[in-house]
């Protein structure tokens, strides 16, 4: 079979076969251009960066191959019940805009109608993006605040969020029942993965799923799911950094003593009548703070935004909150861990000096952005701890492959799915655990340990007995549940018009 061709040739005359081959080659020879004249660039840093990399694509690949199992019975019934839900709240929302607007012709998913109920019928001022009226999410958050405004922005922004999750649940899956995802290594700066559509153009982005659709995806028969997760592991990686920088352990005592928002409520607020003891002292945590939120809460939502910069303004809009319940915790906060300001300052004067960062794991990033812009700021304060958590929890993972103790199935940024023989559980497990937790030597002769909660279950949602009995529970040493018997999805039918 014959692919070269004389430069007398005419190009148009290749077959597409031909053409295809051309491609792949030039592709494949570019990028090793690429490759001969950025190699002897790297240092001790980067070098290692890509060898774990190209370490990494084995335990990837084999996720991206196998795929996950989903339950079609489970999806269908899903569906269905987010179906009956959308017709209510639209029945209730034509109710409102009709009887209580006088608006007989409306449209919710209608740009147009929308507009003309808010800024027409009901005379809201205009919200306005590139000087035009717009009614997005973002406007109508903001339209909210009008008392007139407020149960229609409430219906609008629950349908609208049904929808997005029927779109997911109505997301391709290949022929063998199951769905996929590409995970990319070096999709992102800070070594997280990334993922999207698998390379069949089917699945999508599995990592960031939202809890109440993960039900519909399930083991294969005979095996169950152990989601090993990180918790906090972001808090831990940032008194390591401080430890190191500065020698102060507060913020990584915290986070050593089993509960680290609890452990920074009892630093904020000391006259709370704390027991020393952590389940006690958790319930003390969650008594209210401001309205519905508790003090525990305010440290872990409030907490990790300023870990990383967050001013008051911008974690007040996050938490939906006001301000002023922000500028005062902030002041409590930075007193009790002076440390996380000098850390934020440190990183500011190494951003403006060398333009990188090389985080506690070894990984080194420039930041090409203005280096007196707040928001290249932010961007680097955040990224020594994200960078090691994945870097941590990505050499965990490669290590459990390479030992061929478990099958790797889902990877969730901070949280690792393996899937196992459920025979095997007792044993299985632990073995699993002991393995997860990367010592990584810090300064001054301390060792950083990154603890993973375990949960396990025959798919991915949370357990719950009348709803979801097969989900995720915390494993504590033995599981008593037995598999619930599989629906065939040819058994049942359901009748759902197009929408």
């Not at 219906?155 to 996929?180: C, F, P, Y």
């Not at 009995?469 to 494993?475: A, F, I, K, S």
Request: proline share 5%; aromatic share 10%.
């Amino acid at each position: 079979m014959r692919i070269i061709r004389t430069h007398e040739e005419d190009p148009k005359d290749y077959t597409q076969w031909e053409k295809d081959q051309i491609y792949n080659a030039l592709d494949v020879c570019i990028t090793h251009d690429v490759f001969t004249g950025m190699f002897p660039q790297l240092d001790n840093h980067t070098a290692h960066t890509y060898a774990f990399s190209k370490a990494l694509q084995g335990p990837t690949l084999e996720m991206r191959l196998r795929g996950v199992l989903i339950d079609q019975a489970r999806k269908a019934d899903v569906i269905e019940s987010y179906y009956q839900t959308m017709e209510k709240v639209e029945a209730q929302l034509e109710k409102i805009v009709l009887d209580g607007v006088g608006m007989p012709s409306f449209n919710w998913r209608s740009p147009a109608d929308l507009a003309r109920l808010f800024y027409q019928e009901l005379g809201i001022p205009p919200i306005r993006r590139s000087g035009r009226p717009t009614v997005d999410r973002a406007a109508r958050e903001r339209l909210e605040v009008y008392q007139v405004a407020s149960q229609i922005v409430l219906h609008l922004n629950l349908l609208a969020d049904i929808g997005k999750k029927i779109s997911v649940l109505r997301t391709e899956i290949d022929d063998d029942g199951r769905i996929r995802t590409s995970y990319n290594i070096a999709g992102t700066s800070t070594g997280r993965f990334s993922s999207s559509l698998s390379e069949f153009g089917s699945g999508g982005n599995l990592q960031n799923i939202e809890e109440s659709l993960r039900s519909i995806l399930i083991s294969d028969p005979g095996y169950k799911f152990a989601k090993f997760d990180a918790k906090s592991g972001e808090s831990f990686c940032v008194g390591g950094i401080e430890w190191n920088l500065f020698r102060d352990g507060r913020y990584l005592d915290a986070c050593e003593s089993g509960d680290p928002h609890t452990a920074v409520a009892r630093i904020c607020w000391p006259n709370l009548g704390w027991t020393g003891s952590i389940s006690r002292d958790k319930d003390l945590a969650e008594q209210p703070y401001y309205r519905h939120y508790t003090y525990r809460f305010m440290c872990k939502k409030l907490g990790h935004g300023s870990n990383y910069g967050g001013k008051p303004q911008t974690l007040a809009d996050q938490a939906k909150i006001p301000v002023n319940v922000v500028s005062d915790f902030q002041p409590k906060y930075f007193r009790a861990f002076p440390a996380h300001l000098l850390w934020q300052d440190w990183v500011d004067t190494q951003l403006r000096k060398h333009g990188y960062l090389i985080s506690l794991l070894g990984r080194k990033r420039y930041f090409f952005g203005r280096r007196n812009d707040p928001a290249t700021l932010r961007e680097a304060i955040a990224y020594d701890p994200q960078s090691s958590l994945a870097d941590i929890v990505n050499t965990a993972m490669l290590n459990i492959w390479r030992m061929g103790i478990a099958i790797i199935a889902m990877h969730d940024h901070d949280a690792l799915t393996f899937m196992y023989p459920e025979a095997s559980e007792a044993t299985l497990i632990p073995l699993i655990l002991s393995h997860l937790t990367i010592p990584v030597p810090l300064e001054h002769g301390r060792t950083l340990r990154i603890p993973y909660d375990c949960k396990v279950g025959w798919n991915k949602g949370n357990y719950d007995a009348s709803t979801n009995p097969d989900g995720l529970r915390d494993y504590l040493g033995h599981d008593p549940r037995r598999r619930t018997p599989q629906v065939n999805i040819l058994d049942k039918i359901f009748h759902r018009p197009n929408k």
